[in-house]
């Protein structure tokens, strides 16, 4: 016969300092965890979901990012016409010419960081990414001195605000638009008029990349020999999500890191939670002596303290993953996000966003801990014989 | 307290399962927070041991990657109080192509840049090397470890700026433990340029040492009010505000790292005091009779908050032990990291394992407080009547 489920709750009331105590270590271990690990999910959402799977990037050959990537005019009107390229309704090539420069702006709080400013002509831009959406005000007209931010800017920086004035580069720029792209690293970047900041910036050649959508059914591959094999312009083409797959690459310091942390840590939470229950045991070894006595089997209290041990578990990961939450909106809400460098030498911004992923991650490590902390103390319970443990109290 | 010693360590004996499982957990925790700490305070050291604030860097005013043009140079050496000045252009090279730039890395002018990092400790013959010869380059120690690169090693570094592959030969060493950065000459990057008939005129920065600390706000005002209104404004600014504002975006990510070092600080306060409030409580009656026998509660009360403290400091002896493994292998597997800069660069230091310790112990005497001074000031009579 199973003990019932009250006598694992009451036990664990019936000494509240030491429960209270284990449930604190490992709902830390799960906010600490869960804080780290919704950060670390953020970000690789953000470098890994960008880009498009129809689009190509074509850069200078050589260049890790369009940062540092140059390109002449020529090689945007030759790449234009090319097979496979796709076009837009009114017959337009879907080829978007870009430059990007990466000015000074200034911080609310007060610092100074550059940010990635993208010069794009506006139709083929929304055009060939067409995850952009602008979603308040509306798109910049050309030769205005207008910009549309990225959501990601707007909360960050001084005067990035709809309907505010940018002061970067050379020049003041009205911001017209802000834009969402389901929280990818286009978040973290102005758009401009690609002309007028290549004036402001007096950059001795027109663009840094093109991205192109290529047309559906055409060959994607051919599409890239000849671009890479073309030897007038010395250009490299990749799928859109290659390219950022690269970049996201470079977090994986970071990956090995957290769960690494995570992983020690739950180490230590197991730790705390064995002794606690080994505790338990011994406070108890007259009860189960009892139990034991009056036919209770050994399965039976070893599934009992199994279940205590993993209540304690679940009560510290319901507590600190909602401490989690919370701490992940806080910082997105005080600090405006989180910024990591990028290979661009720009910011990109990062909301925490704590989610099911990450939840579920603490739940299976808080679930581990409770298992492997109960495991061992329970098996002694079970073990005890009762003549010897009555005889002991 | 001291002759007590033998009687403490036999407590700690007593229940050798729970003790080894605190000391674990608070070995693993404590090299937790020493692990974590190492990432402010890369930041801070590389600030502190390699930023100085007698050197300005002379930028445009829009932004670092705008350039300024080579012409500067010659202007800003003659300025006033400018003892050397020298020049700084992003090469961006890539050691492994498909690893992209692992290290940041620099074209700079040879001739000046040893007068210019004169406080950096370079040997003065490999710098005169480094002069002479066309190809060769200084690396940062933490590179040089990195890659078990010797000097006298070559290298080809392949730029992701300039449509160049560079072979170089590593003459020096940076010697800083924190320093990644590698240097090579501009003229020797200037001259592959002019082979592919790509004219190279412009630079990313200008540093410049100024001979004496109350100057440096008049020459930096000089510096801008020399270039106000030509094509390329300048904002001048001090080293250490220089890397400060760079690495200023990481402000974010420093303070989760610190908040999160603050949980597992709290973590270990819970064990501890879980155990020791565990320990005591079952002790309670052998108390009782220690105080029933002459002992002073003063001398059982420091006997229990010393026990605590003791299992809490080994442990976090044992910390420091994994700390330096911890570290290691992560220096392993960094390096030079784009999104976190010199937060990865895992530098443990002495006073880091040494203020591990002490908090250790710090929490070994808090967690031992409370329990230890119920259990001591407990009326003999009162124990005794409950348990027998």
């Not at chain 1, 794009?120 to 929304?126: G, I, K, S, T, Y």
Request: net charge neutral; charged share 20%.
């Amino acid at each position: 016969m199973a003990l019932p489920l009250s006598y694992s709750v009451r036990s664990l009331f019936a000494r509240r300092l030491r429960t209270g105590l284990t449930v604190g270590v490992i709902s830390l271990v799960v906010v600490a965890t869960t804080l780290f690990l919704g950060l670390l999910s953020s970000l690789q959402r953000t470098l890994r979901t960008t880009g498009s799977e129809r689009n190509l990037i074509v850069m200078r050959k050589g260049s890790s990012n369009d940062g540092s990537s140059q390109l002449q005019l020529a090689a945007f009107q030759d790449i234009r016409f090319f097979e496979g390229v796709a076009r837009d309704a009114a017959g337009n090539p879907m080829v978007s010419p870009e430059l990007v420069v990466q000015p000074f702006f200034r911080r609310k709080d007060g610092g100074r960081e550059n940010v990635l400013v993208r010069g794009v002509e506006p139709a083929p831009a929304l055009a060939v990414h067409d995850e952009v959406r602008i979603v308040e005000g509306r798109m910049f007209e050309p030769s205005s001195g207008e910009v549309v931010v990225g959501r990601g800017v707007a909360g960050r920086y001084e005067g990035a605000q709809l309907g505010q004035t940018l002061e970067f580069g050379r020049g003041r720029w009205q911001v017209v638009g802000v834009f969402e792209s389901g929280g990818d690293s286009f978040e973290s970047e102005v758009w401009a008029d690609v002309r007028e900041l290549a004036n402001d910036a007096k950059r001795p050649f027109p663009y840094s990349s093109l991205r192109l959508a290529v047309a559906k059914g055409a060959d994607r591959d051919a599409l890239v020999r000849r671009i890479d094999d073309d030897p007038r312009h010395a250009l490299e083409a990749q799928p859109e999500p290659a390219y950022y797959a690269k970049q996201a690459e470079s977090a994986n310091t970071l990956y090995v890191l957290v769960v690494g942390l995570a992983v020690l840590a739950g180490i230590g939470a197991v730790f705390g939670a064995t002794n606690t229950l080994y505790a338990a045991v011994q406070a108890r070894t007259a009860e189960i002596g009892t139990l034991r006595a009056i036919g209770f089997s050994r399965a039976s209290i070893l599934v009992s303290f199994l279940v205590e041990s993993l209540l304690t578990a679940l009560v510290g990961f319901a507590v600190g993953g909602s401490l989690a939450w919370l701490l992940g909106l806080l910082v997105s809400w005080a600090l405006g996000g989180v910024g990591f460098g990028a290979a661009t030498f720009t910011t990109s911004v990062i909301q925490i966003r704590v989610g099911a992923g990450d939840l579920g991650a603490a739940l299976v490590l808080s679930l581990a801990v409770g298992l492997l902390g109960g495991f061992f103390p329970a098996r002694r319970a079970a073990r005890l014989r009762p003549v010897e443990a009555l005889r002991e109290a | 307290m001291i002759r007590f010693l033998p009687l403490i360590w036999r407590n700690l004996g007593r229940n050798k399962v729970r003790s080894s499982l605190t000391g674990a957990a608070i070995a693993l925790a404590i090299a937790l927070v020493c692990v974590l700490r190492t990432m402010p305070a890369g930041l801070d050291n590389f600030l502190s041991t390699l930023a100085k604030n007698t050197r300005i860097s002379v930028h445009n005013e829009a932004g670092i990657v705008y350039p300024l043009p080579y012409s500067y140079l010659q202007k800003v050496r003659s300025v006033p109080g400018v003892v050397e000045a020298t020049t700084w252009t992003w090469f961006g090279g890539a050691f492994e192509e498909e690893k992209g730039v692992t290290f940041p890395n620099f074209a700079v002018d040879a001739e000046t840049i040893g007068a210019v990092y004169e406080d950096l400790g370079i040997a003065p013959e490999q710098l005169e090397t480094f002069r002479r010869q066309r190809d060769a380059t200084l690396v940062g120690r933490l590179t040089l470890q990195k890659y078990g690169w010797k000097i006298g090693d070559r290298i080809t570094l392949k730029s992701t700026v300039f449509p160049v592959d560079l072979e170089l030969q590593i003459v020096g060493e940076i010697p800083a433990a924190v320093d990644p950065r590698a240097w090579l000459q501009r003229e020797y990057l200037s001259q592959a340029l002019e082979a592919q008939g790509v004219s190279f005129d412009l630079v990313n920065m200008i540093w410049a040492r100024v001979d004496d600390a109350d100057r440096v706000n008049e020459v930096m005002r000089t510096i801008d009010e020399l270039f106000r209104n030509s094509e390329a404004e300048t904002a001048s600014e001090t080293e250490k505000s220089f890397f400060g504002n760079l690495f200023g975006n990481l402000q974010g990510f420093v303070t989760v790292i610190l908040m999160v070092t603050g949980m597992v600080t709290l973590c270990i306060v819970f064990i501890a005091a879980n155990t020791a409030s565990m320990s005591i409580r079952e002790r309670v009656g052998e108390i009782a009779v220690m105080k029933a026998l002459g002992f002073r509660w003063r001398a059982l009360f420091g006997m229990l908050v010393l026990e605590a403290a003791l299992l809490a400091t080994l442990a976090g002896a044992a910390g420091t032990v994994i700390t330096l493994g911890l570290a290691q292998a992560l220096k392993s597997v960094a390096g030079f990291s784009p999104q976190l800069g010199p937060l990865a660069s895992f530098v443990v230091t002495n006073a880091m394992l040494v203020e591990g310790l002490f908090l250790a112990c710090f929490i070994g005497i808090v967690s031992g407080l409370v329990p230890a001074f119920g259990a001591s000031r407990r009326s003999v009579a009162a124990t005794l009547r409950e348990i027998f």
